[in-house]
């Protein structure tokens, strides 16, 4: 048993912070609205503080799966952040989809203050976090890596260190750059299909057994068909993953026109109202363009 804290208790981090309590680890948690953190505690056992702060002061491990850059500066080195309060020697782990800029920022800082820092973005949605089946992607020292893996297993089905610090998210920038790409191409060939009167459901059957298989494909044409989008990621959150994206290309100057052109497109849905819709509505928005809307 470890003593950990997990910070920010969202759609995936309420799940992660269960598997760990559920392994038989000592959790404290600490979520900004405290009615979230009142729930888990009643579900899993364990407690909640009132501080990231708090919660990191006698954690060996202190995790995070937050929003944006802001958000994990504010719960890592803002007031009552989880820096000044951590042991020497424990190591932070960011679950949370940031950039790559804010995971060597806090690696610098972690590094100078006697801690560790792993950054170590997430695939797989809600789906993968409840079931304990998330891909991990992380960047940091190994030997920081090599403390937080043990861990970090109980609700990964691949953990793989990539680099320095800042790699788990230009990883993670890669994962979302080839979902982009393939949920476009699934919602064209659907759109597709319904022009040229063919049974999609029967096509999509059939070409999945083939090279055109994908877990999208697998996974999202019956909901997109019945035009169900409540399934998955936000396209508002994809939004902003895609901005990360390509605020890094710009840097580094690769060619992400496709990733742009998705990006506009989901520029489109949020304008119909589809921010929160999952990232298969890319459909919705060719259907609309088929009708003439």
Sequence with gaps: MMKLAFIGLGVMGYHMAGHLKGAGHDVTV???TR???EVWVATFGGRFVATPAEAASTADLVFACVGRDDDVRAV???SNGAFAAMRRGAVFVDHTTASAAVARELADRAQAGGLGFVDAPVSGG???AKNGKLTIMCGGAAADYAKAEPVMSVYARQCRLLGSAGSGQ???MVNQICIAGLVQALAEGLSFARAAGLDAEAVIDVISKGAAQSWQMENRYK????GEYDHGFAVEWMRKDLGIVLDEARRNEAALPVTALVDQFYAEVEQMGGQRWDTSSLLALLDRKRRGG
């Design 30 to 32: 600490f979520n900004r």
């Design 35 to 37: 009615a979230k953190a």
């Design 76 to 78: 890592t080195t803002g």
């Design 126 to 128: 809600e789906q993968g």
């Design 170 to 172: 230009l990883a993670k």
């Design 223 to 226: 909901t997109m068909l019945a």
